[in-house]
Each structure stands twice: as structure tokens, then as C-alpha cells.
């Protein structure tokens, strides 16, 4: 599994149980974390296109 696979696994986890749960600020947290990883993923990808 390479890198952006990993990050990609990251934030669907993330996602999916912030749809689980009910706890607020724990969603905002999962949230949040989903989108970083997503930024992640894009920064990365964007490494690659450029070269």
C-alpha cells in the first residue's frame, strides 16, 4: 500500500465513523482529521504531477 492509499484509507475510516457516532465534538475531531489527510493527499499528488 503506498502512501496515498494509506491516507485515503485514513480519512474514509474517519468519515464512516463519524457517521456512527453521536458525539459532537468527537465528529468535528474525525472531521477535521479526514480533511487533513485529504489535504495531505493532494499536496502529494500534486508532487507527482509536476514532475
Not at 457516532?21 to 479526514?34: H, N, P, Q, R
Request: proline share 0%.
Amino acid at each position: 500500500m503506498n502512501k496515498i492509499q494509506y491516507l485515503e484509507d485514513q480519512a474514509a475510516r474517519a468519515e464512516r465513523l463519524a457517521k456512527r457516532i453521536t458525539d459532537t465534538l468527537t465528529i468535528e475531531k474525525l472531521l477535521t482529521f479526514a480533511g487533513e489527510r485529504r489535504r495531505e493527499i493532494e499536496l502529494i499528488a500534486g508532487k507527482y504531477r509536476r514532475v
